[in-house]
Nanobody
Framework: QVHLAESGGGLAQAGGSLRLSCGVSGSNFGNYDMSWYRQAPGKERELVARITSADIISYDDSVKGRFTISRDNALQLVSLQMNHLRPEDTAVYYC??????????WGPGTPVSVSS
């Protein structure tokens, strides 16, 4: 079983920064593809950033150049540094782990609110 727990959400002003972290249990973290998703009120959940087990990174176009995803396999941690925040970044942010065999796991989410 894999458990995920996000932290670091909160309030920020437009142009500000927040750093989200996600701690992951499980014995093979280095083999997991890790992602950050977000879901704004009334909208579908969307992929924000992904870092694979091979450290291949991808971003949604809306966050390129502003957000940075990283992972620390020794600490079993994945982070999302969010700079130059915009009001449209307001959402609940979810951490997700995709196992090579055995499905996808989600954290409970952490809210981010950006004021203009």
């Amino acid at each position: 079983q894999v458990h995920l727990a996000e932290s670091g959400g909160g309030l920020a002003q437009a142009g500000g920064s927040l750093r989200l972290s996600c701690g992951v249990s499980g014995s093979n973290f280095g083999n997991y593809d890790m992602s950050w998703y977000r879901q704004a009120p009334g909208k579908e959940r969307e992929l924000v950033a992904r870092i694979t087990s091979a450290d291949i990174i991808s971003y949604d176009d809306s966050v390129k150049g502003r957000f940075t995803i990283s992972r620390d396999n020794a600490l079993q941690l994945v982070s999302l540094q969010m700079n130059h925040l915009r009001p449209e970044d307001t959402a609940v942010y979810y951490c997700s782990a995709q196992l090579p065999v055995g499905g996808t796991y989600w954290g409970p989410g952490t809210p981010v609110s950006v004021s203009s």
